[in-house]
């Protein structure tokens, strides 16, 4: 079974592919969802093991909201709150949550702070 994981946009897309160790196809909603993409999402991906990964804010909350209901098997995966969005949460946090998601991860170092 094919993993997907939901993103909001190319950035984030491009942060999980910095610190996923296997294929996974990646998709954006680009940070909002429209009731037809929802629809065509939900027919491409029934066979597929569906993971949503946004930000932890209202939009990244509406997103979650809509495709929890076209796709109710889906996986949510959370950023930390401190973080608010995937683009800005260290790379070893994403590698965390990825890795207790069962994804392969590269292994990677604690980012040093940026003070």
Known sequence: MAKVIIVEGKTDKERLQEVLA?????????GTISYEKTEEWATQLEDSEVYLLVDADDSGEKIRKSLNQALPNIHHLYT?????????????????????AHFEVKEIRPEEELF
């Open 80 to 100: 930390h709150r401190m973080y608010r969005e995937v683009a800005t949460t260290p790379l070893d946090v994403l590698a965390q949550v990825l890795d207790h």
């Open 22 to 30: 296997e294929p996974v196809e990646i998709l954006c909603s680009y």
